[in-house]
Structures are given as structure tokens and as C-alpha cells.
């Protein structure tokens, strides 16, 4: 029985050994390894990082740019309104008997045209009734001529002198002004029953465009009643907004014989490049509400483009429309891509290999450009790559 007893105590002994050995073996291994880590790490060379930039030269584009005397773009929206617009109502009572062919939405009419006719037949009988009331006054003057007169052969031979009063009393003189205001009043009766009959036929003031009729053949009209709404097409206005600080750039037509160019352009109705021609007309004295921004009206003529030469797209009113607007020259400048002025008003230019990070005098900015005052040459090559690292005089070189 003690036999079997001392054959497991002798393999747990064994074991034990093993685990010790196999411990041991894992631990030496270890050992090894962070010793190589030591020595690798402690004999690699040291990598120059600053002096591999300096030594590699950074690939850019460039760009050259203009000097000389620009016109800057300012680009703003506007809508179309009618320079002149009229409701036209009547001055008297009647029916319609008349309407033009020319009298319906969208027709065009000329100054003077006949727009509609009222009935007249009530305005012809008055003015007949007015006419002959005038000949009864003209006769009732004459009749009181000829008693004056015999009044006045009466007072000579009396030979009497009278005071003053008395003897206009004899002359008959206040019956004679009484005659010559009946004959006044008569004539002015006449005037305005003329101007009665004459106002029968409704006319259009100016050359327009028809943009509603509310009447039909048969309609009774009262005096102030809507006939109908015109809009002048000799000139359209084009009410737009400018930041307050850009108008020292333009010019209005109210301070020279013609304002700052514009060209104006419905980019969702127009085929592509089509643009009409305006000028700066009028500075609205307030400004808009919300954006505490400079009201100014554009002019553009003949806005339908009836009488041109070439065919011209027609502006239609309350359209909202692009306006480029050409400010006055701007003298001795560099001209340069806007979007090439970086960070605080600078430019990154190449020269002589290097990068030079240019300061800045801008006069003015519009969409698309920039114009500098001062700090840039007519020769400098401006760099229009994006740059990772930005420093001053690190070396460039040319995409080829």
C-alpha cells in the first residue's frame, strides 16, 4: 500500500520542475527581446525633419497680374417696376359704348390712342342747352349796349353834372356788368359742357402697356371708376440695394449726364449671355428696412425692346433680375483674383524661388476681384496653390 503512495509523489515533484523550467525559459525570452529594443532604439540615427523641409522644394502654380486703371463690378438683385404706372378712371358718368382692340391685358398702346368711348348723347344735348344760354346772354349784352348808349345821349343833353354815383346809375353801368358776367358765365357753361363731351372718349396719356381692363362693352362707369391699369414702356426701373459704403463708386444720372453702366440679366427666363443695358438713375433716400442697406433705382429703356434694331428680351415687371453694376475707374492698381488674398489681407507670391507673404493695401473688392493700392508689382508671380506649410522664404519651385 505505501508503494503506489510514493510513485504520485514523485510525479508532482516532476511537475513542479517543468512549470519552473518552462517559467524560466519564458522569462529569458522576454528579456531578449526588450534587450533588442534597447539597442535598436539606442542606434538609430536621428531624423532632421527641419532641414529635409528646407531642403525640398514645395510644387505650386502661379499666377501673373494686371495694373493699370479698372472699372469695378458690384453684382446685386433687383426687381422690375414700372417707372410710370396710372389706374385710369373717368371724369364723368356714362356706358360704355367703344373699347379699343388694343384694350385687353398685354396690349401696347400709343399716347393719345382712344382706349373707349361713353355715350355722349346726354353731354351733346347740354352742350347745346349751354350754347344757346351764351347766345341769349351775348343778345341781352347787346340789347344793354344800345340802352347805355341812349342813356348816355339822355345825360348830355342835360347838361347837368352829377355826382359820381348817380351818374353811373344813369349810364346804366351795373346793368351793364351784370350783362358782361352772364355772358362770362355762359361761356364758361359752353367750356365745360365741351370738355364733357370731349372726356366721352377716354384716351391713353402715354405710350403703355395694358395690364388689366376692368370694363366690358355695356358697363356703367361713374366718375373715378377703374377703367384700367397702364404702365409706361419707355423706361423701366429696376429697384435694387447696395452696401453703403460702395456708393462713393457709382455714379447716378442726377449728379452727371448719365449714370454707372449696368447690365441687367434674367438668368430663369433669358437664354444664356442675353443681358440688357441700363445706367444708375436715382439714389432712393432711405434705406431698405432690413438690411439697412442703399436704395437705388436702375434705368433701362425701352424695356420691351420694341424699337431696337436687333432683337432684345422684354423685362417684365416684378421680375427679379441680376444687375452688374461698373463703378467709376479705380487709377493706378493692381488687379488680383479675390480669392487669392489670404488671411489679414496678404498674398503669397513667388520670388526669386522663395515664398513671400505680402501685406496688403486693397481699395476695393467686388465679386471676382481685388484692386491693390499698394504692395504688389506688376511682375510678381502670385501663388494660387493651397500651401501646408506657410512660412516665410521656404523654397517653391514651378509645376511643370
Not at 393719345?112 to 355715350?119: E, K, S
Request: glycine letters at 6%.
Amino acid at each position: 500500500m505505501n508503494v503506489p503512495y510514493e510513485s504520485n509523489t514523485t510525479d508532482r515533484q516532476l511537475g513542479r520542475i517543468s512549470l519552473r523550467a518552462t517559467l524560466a525559459i519564458c522569462a529569458a525570452l522576454v528579456l531578449a527581446g526588450v534587450a533588442t529594443l534597447v539597442l535598436i532604439f539606442n542606434t538609430e540615427p536621428d531624423v532632421q525633419r527641419e532641414s529635409a523641409v528646407r531642403e525640398t522644394a514645395m510644387l505650386v502654380e502661379v499666377t501673373g497680374v494686371e495694373a493699370g486703371t479698372f472699372r469695378p463690378v458690384i453684382e446685386a438683385m433687383g426687381t422690375v417696376r414700372a417707372a410710370r404706372e396710372v389706374v385710369i378712371r373717368p371724369r364723368i358718368s356714362g356706358e360704355v359704348i367703344e373699347l379699343a382692340s388694343e384694350l385687353v391685358p398685354g396690349g401696347e398702346v400709343g399716347q393719345g390712342d382712344v382706349l373707349l368711348r361713353l355715350d355722349d348723347a346726354d353731354y351733346r344735348i347740354a352742350l347745346e342747352q349751354r350754347q344757346s344760354e351764351l347766345q341769349q346772354a351775348l343778345a341781352s349784352l347787346e340789347i344793354e349796349h344800345g340802352r347805355q348808349q341812349i342813356a348816355e345821349n339822355d345825360y348830355r343833353q342835360l347838361n347837368k353834372d352829377l355826382q359820381p354815383e348817380n351818374r353811373a346809375l344813369v349810364l346804366r353801368e351795373p346793368q351793364l356788368k351784370s350783362a358782361e358776367a352772364a355772358v362770362r358765365a355762359a361761356r364758361a357753361a359752353v367750356q365745360r359742357a365741351e370738355l364733357d363731351l370731349e372726356r366721352t372718349t377716354v384716351r391713353a396719356p402715354f405710350h403703355a402697356q395694358v395690364l388689366t381692363r376692368d370694363v366690358n362693352l355695356g358697363s356703367q362707369v361713374t366718375s373715378g371708376s377703374s377703367l384700367a391699369r397702364l404702365v409706361g414702356v419707355d423706361t423701366y426701373w429696376v429697384e435694387t440695394t447696395i452696401p453703403l459704403d460702395r456708393l462713393r463708386w457709382l455714379t447716378f444720372s442726377e449728379d452727371t449726364a448719365s449714370g454707372s453702366p449696368v447690365a441687367v440679366r434674367h438668368r430663369t427666363a433669358w437664354p444664356e449671355g442675353e443681358e440688357r443695358q441700363g445706367y444708375l438713375y436715382r439714389l432712393v433716400g432711405e434705406l431698405e428696412g432690413e438690411t439697412r442697406m442703399a436704395r437705388v433705382l436702375v434705368a433701362v429703356d425701352d424695356p420691351l425692346g420694341r424699337s431696337a434694331a436687333t432683337e432684345l428680351p422684354g423685362l417684365i415687371i416684378g421680375s427679379f433680375v441680376e444687375c452688374r453694376i461698373h463703378g467709376r475707374p479705380i487709377e493706378d492698381v493692381v488687379r488680383v483674383p479675390r480669392d487669392l488674398v489670404r488671411k489679414g489681407d496678404t498674398v503669397w507670391v513667388m520670388r526669386d524661388g522663395q515664398l513671400a507673404i505680402q501685406p496688403v493695401e486693397i481699395v476695393f473688392q467686388d465679386a471676382t476681384f481685388a484692386y491693390v493700392r499698394d504692395g504688389l508689382r506688376a511682375d510678381d508671380q502670385v501663388i494660387t496653390t493651397s500651401l501646408a506649410t506657410v512660412k516665410e522664404g521656404i523654397p517653391l519651385r514651378l509645376k511643370s
